[in-house]
């Protein structure tokens, strides 16, 4: 199936346009929400614990149906699947705005999550599509540029709007930055194919199984506990009902999860990368903020400008490396971006309570060095190993790979970090201990060489994948030397 064909090419930036601004609101809807939740607590009336359900909804929505929707876009059509996603999104960011009570916020943030999903699953897709392969690094680095951006505007956005306006203006800012994307659509975006294949729904159920056991097991399980026996009976069936779906997706012959992209080594390696990449990320983001509020004690609008720094080089930094991939290849960026965030992890390991702000600053900007050289380049490894027919799993593949790490990230760094700080002082803790910065620096330090480790795999990897596209390189222009000579 051919969606796209070049005559696409001249409308090119503004269909990028459309694509990144979408994924911009979601980023800006996802952190500007994280702001308000103390405010929606207070006015809704009900308790932080049941608020973060805001939150949780929206997320598990996401990564429970994106596969069905990736899926869906090489069957339907993307462009079809994405402007379905914008109305979605658009209509349940209005409903948001006037819920009064906390089940219908939660209502309409999952419905909001299905159409996050639906555009989420193909914007990547998209792009590939419509960017010839020497363009395409750029454009991709322009949408982690965007996304960057977006993660950055959201925090401070947030505040001031429920500084000045009710929480419900932080839904219906989504109104018209949706309405106004979906009509520019209409007129840049091409007509959409589709064939007559069919969705496989068995697998849609059971990998909906696979991530609502999972995530919910994962969250309830910091409050309760990991050994309590519905917390481990939800991860037992989270993984019984994966084996069953791989199983199911092996044998079908239009499986939701089509298998065989994964046997392209360059697709399976870049997707672990991006795993480990954004467990590491998230995890390292977890920290930061109780490291420069409760150790160093700073305000949290200091704390706030710290943490701008590292979304604010990606956002610069990311199209630039996108455009030299297009130039220099993919893979030797992804390498180098691994090695300069482990090395910022490895720096961050040394922080303690009496570090300067400006060194905290400068090793923050070496992670985000790293993380703005391997996002671009990976994504376009990732997008650019796979037929156009399959560009739309895995796409959603790819998004789901990046919500499910950031997931794993916070669980991993938060439970590590307890264990060690309870180590440290000699009893069970989770949460931080007033006046013992010491114990706080001790789990914080563990967390970064763990992450060292975890980010160390990647670039290993990175480098054997390297030498083996060398060696391949260098193996067929010897041939090539000696049919020459031959002749």
Not at 45 to 71: D, H, K, N, P, Q
Not at 222 to 228: D, T, V
Not at 300 to 315: D, E, F, H
Request: aromatic share 12%; net charge positive; glycine share 8%.
């Amino acid at each position: 199936m051919k969606e796209i064909n070049k005559d696409i090419y001249k409308n090119k930036w503004p269909i990028l346009f459309v694509v990144v601004s979408m994924s911009f609101m979601a980023c800006i809807d996802s952190s500007i929400v994280n702001v308000a939740l103390p405010v929606m607590s207070k006015k809704l009336s009900v308790s932080m614990a049941s608020i973060e359900w805001v939150i949780v909804s929206y997320v598990m929505t996401i990564c429970s149906i994106i596969l069905i929707f990736g899926r869906l876009g090489d069957i339907k059509g993307k462009i079809r699947v994405f402007r379905f996603g914008i109305v979605i999104f658009t209509l349940a960011s209005f409903m948001c705005g006037f819920s009064n009570n906390l089940i219908q916020l939660v209502f309409f943030r999952i419905v909001q999550g299905i159409g996050a999903a639906a555009y989420m699953a193909n914007n990547q897709g998209i792009i590939t599509q419509v960017f010839p392969k020497n363009e395409r690094g750029k454009a991709l680095g322009i949408l982690g540029s965007f996304v960057a951006m977006g993660t950055l505007i959201g925090p401070p956005a947030g505040g001031f709007i429920i500084s000045v306006m009710e929480w419900n203006y932080i839904f219906l800012i989504n109104v018209p930055l949706g309405i106004a994307a979906f009509i520019l659509g209409l007129k840049v975006f091409p007509k959409s194919e589709s064939n007559s294949e069919k969705i496989d729904m068995k697998g849609a159920v059971l990998f909906f199984i696979v991530v609502i056991c999972l995530f919910t097991a994962l969250t309830w399980g910091q409050k309760i506990g990991y050994n309590n026996p519905i917390i481990i009976l939800g991860f037992v069936v989270s993984i019984i009902s994966f084996v069953i779906f791989i199983k199911l997706e092996d044998k079908i012959n239009n499986p939701l999860l089509q298998l065989d992209i994964f046997k392209n080594n360059v697709f399976s390696i870049s997707l672990f990368c991006a795993f480990i990449s954004f467990v590491c990320l998230s995890a390292s983001g977890i920290l930061i903020p109780f490291y420069l509020q409760d150790t160093l004690k700073l305000t949290s609008r200091t704390a706030g400008v710290i943490m701008m720094v590292q979304p604010l080089i990606i956002a610069v930094l990311s199209p630039l490396s996108g455009n030299l991939s297009d130039k220099i290849g993919s893979e030797f960026l992804t390498f180098l971006g691994l090695i300069f965030t482990s090395m910022g992890f490895l720096l961050m390991s040394f922080l303690n309570e009496k570090s300067s702000i400006m060194l905290i600053i400068s090793f923050v900007s070496v992670i985000a060095l790293g993380n703005a050289l391997f996002q671009p380049s990976n994504n376009s490894l990732i997008m650019s190993s796979v037929p156009k027919d399959k560009l739309g799993i895995a796409g959603s593949v790819n998004s789901l790979t990046r919500n499910l790490g950031q997931i794993f990230g916070v669980t991993l760094a938060t439970s590590f970090l307890y264990v060690c700080m309870s180590y440290k002082i000699g009893y069970h803790v989770v949460d931080y201990i007033v006046g013992r910065d010491d114990v706080f620096i001790y789990g914080m330090r563990w967390v970064y060489a763990i992450l060292v480790i975890i980010c160390g795999m990647g670039w290993m990897l990175t480098a054997f994948r390297l030498y083996k596209s060398k060696t391949k390189a260098d193996l067929n222009t010897e041939n090539y030397k000696k049919k020459i000579s031959r002749l």
